[in-house]
């Protein structure tokens, strides 16, 4: 059980210093944005690849790097709260990168009760204790409501014109990715290309966690793309979610008890991870599909738009309406029906 703790306050949340994928993969992204070559150069290569290792994840710009290493306090005393937050590491975007960024940050820091809740509950089962499962599923619907309040201030911080011409290109990996369909050659590295996905918000943690232990299962394109996603998380986090799936099932607890208050507070856990995801699905018809719709009549507020291979697709090389009205639909499924 010591492992459901220590990563619980690992996650609470960011990394207290941030690595070196965040610059050098500036570079990259800047050379491959301005087209010069599919080839990087052996001097980025080598130092990428040496520092992914060490850190375990795949050498490309990934979640953890944009995110959870790439704010810090203005004001070290003062609060987390985006007007006391700035980016460390930046590139083409300007303040709708800054704004992107760091409420992607605050969207993390709105899941640490939930994180919280999922190793309570699990003692909880263990023990057994009902009202003390009751209650953490309580705090978990409460923390996956602030996270959707939280995705909320996009719409203050994010031009949708500059996030779809500028800094989605930026984000876009080298794995099914129509405008890349070789792949990357890292110079020194491998004498064939290699492929990997963009950063992309199915590589936090907290989200995995919660379909693991409210027992939502995606179908199986959708399934393979999220699991393949783990390996783009830090290590720590991809066991935590691991040591979730492995935990005492809830939901096989909350179908064999006679306790209709749990029931009801497990079905509130996946009606709010329902809304969070149609939520988003909103925010990405407006920041993808619109903006995608203006690119195509000349209307982009003069910026140039992006290859036209990657207009329907999310940063991690995904079909994205269909993979998120997917995995909405899944999680709906999840809710239990009254019995009889």
Known sequence: MSVYVSLSVCLEIFFPT????????????????????????????????????????????????LVLTNWTKRDPAGPLEIRNLETIISFPGGESLR???????????????????????????????QDALLQAL??????????TGTLGQMHDY?????????????????????????GLTYEGVSQEPLQYSGGSAAQSTALHAFDEFL????????????????????????????????????????????????RT????????????????????????ITAAAKAKSGKLNALPGPPQALEDRGTGGTAVLRFLK?????????????RG
């Open 18 to 65: 941030a690595d070196l994928l965040g610059p050098l993969h500036v570079l990259v992204m800047s050379s491959l944005h301005s087209q010069l070559s599919e080839v990087l150069p052996r001097s980025l290569a080598l130092p990428l690849v040496e520092v992914s290792r060490n850190l375990g994840l795949p050498p490309i710009l990934v979640h953890a790097d």
């Open 99 to 129: 704004g992107f960024v760091l409420v992607t940050a605050l969207v993390e820091k709105a899941a640490v009760p939930g994180i919280k809740a999922l190793v309570q509950a699990t003692h909880a089962i263990l023990q057994p204790s």
């Open 138 to 147: 309580q705090q978990l619907r409460l923390s996956i409501q602030a996270i």
């Open 158 to 182: 994010v031009d949708p014109d500059i996030f779809y011409a500028v800094i989605r290109i930026f984000l876009s990996g080298w794995k099914d990715n129509p405008a890349m369909p070789a």
């Open 215 to 262: 027992g939502v299962r995606h179908g199986s394109e959708s399934a393979d793309f999220l699991h393949s996603m783990r390996d783009y998380m830090p290590p720590s986090h991809k066991a935590f979610v691991e040591e979730i799936r492995s935990a005492p099932p809830l939901r096989e607890h909350v179908l064999s008890s006679a306790h209709g208050h749990l």
């Open 265 to 288: 507070a497990y079905n509130q856990c996946l009606q709010a991870l329902a809304d969070l995801r149609s939520y988003h699905l909103n925010m990405v018809t407006k920041y993808l």
């Open 326 to 338: 997917s995995v909405r639909d899944k999680t709906l499924e999840a809710i239990l029906h009254p």
